[in-house]
């Protein structure tokens, strides 16, 4: 069975372009994003690889640490982080800081489940599976918090899951929940287990639509 919303985040050790980490330690207690890619040198991964350096201070800001894992080894790595900082440089600074997994064997995409069973020809020259376009938000506890995947043909859309990394940070700290197509700033739903009396200390602005549907606005930085 793969993993779900709510598991622990298996652990492991890994080969990164900087250096060995173990996994649980490296996240320490910051946030993780745990992203994949079918493999070096591809021209969908490329150009997602460089708008995620691009955007590393808007995840920096949020206590995000990124890693990328492709089925390479560290020489193809390195030498892919050279065209993807090339190819960024068109649309601003693009600097690869983030550590990419070596995963040769496959074994860390067999233990998050992240192999392609539909794709017939996603695979390499000895017909091993790359993997699909899956992303991991994993919290501070460890605990997987979303996965997403997307077909190797379909680059993912970062602009969502840095919304997604806002909501859950909310959630989290505020009791409340989001709604439909929310972003930073917009009104929130107060959560279900937060009375109308409790709601009117720590919303004073909350409006009920529904008995089951109350909005607040909500300043966060």
Excluded at 136 to 159: E, H, M, Q, V, W
Excluded at 160 to 182: A, C, F, H, M
């Amino acid at each position: 069975m793969g993993l779900r919303l709510g598991d622990t985040a298996p652990d492991f050790e890994a080969e990164t372009t900087k250096g060995p980490i173990k996994f649980h330690e490296w996240i320490g207690d910051s946030w993780a994003i745990l992203f994949s890619h079918p493999g070096d040198f591809t021209p969908v991964c490329t150009t997602e690889l460089a708008e995620v350096a691009r955007r590393a201070p808007d995840f920096e800001k949020r206590n995000v640490k990124l890693i990328g894992i492709s089925a390479n080894g560290l020489d193809d790595h390195h030498k892919w982080v050279q065209d993807i900082n090339d190819w960024g440089s068109q649309f601003g600074p693009t600097d690869v800081q983030f550590p990419i997994i070596a995963d040769a064997d496959r074994k860390i995409s067999t233990l998050y489940d992240m192999l392609d069973y539909q794709d017939a020809t996603n695979r390499d020259n000895k017909g091993l599976p790359f993997t699909i376009r899956t992303v991991f938000i994993i919290d501070p506890k460890k605990t997987i918090r979303l996965t997403i995947s997307y077909p190797a043909s379909t680059g993912r859309n970062f602009d969502e899951i840095l919304r997604v990394v806002d909501s859950l940070q909310i959630g989290d700290k505020y009791r409340v929940t989001t709604p439909v197509n929310w972003k930073k700033g917009d009104d929130v739903i107060v959560h279900p287990t937060v009375s109308n009396e409790e709601a009117k200390t720590l919303f004073p602005e909350f409006k009920i639509h529904k008995p089951y549907l109350r909005t607040t606005p909500l300043k966060v930085e």
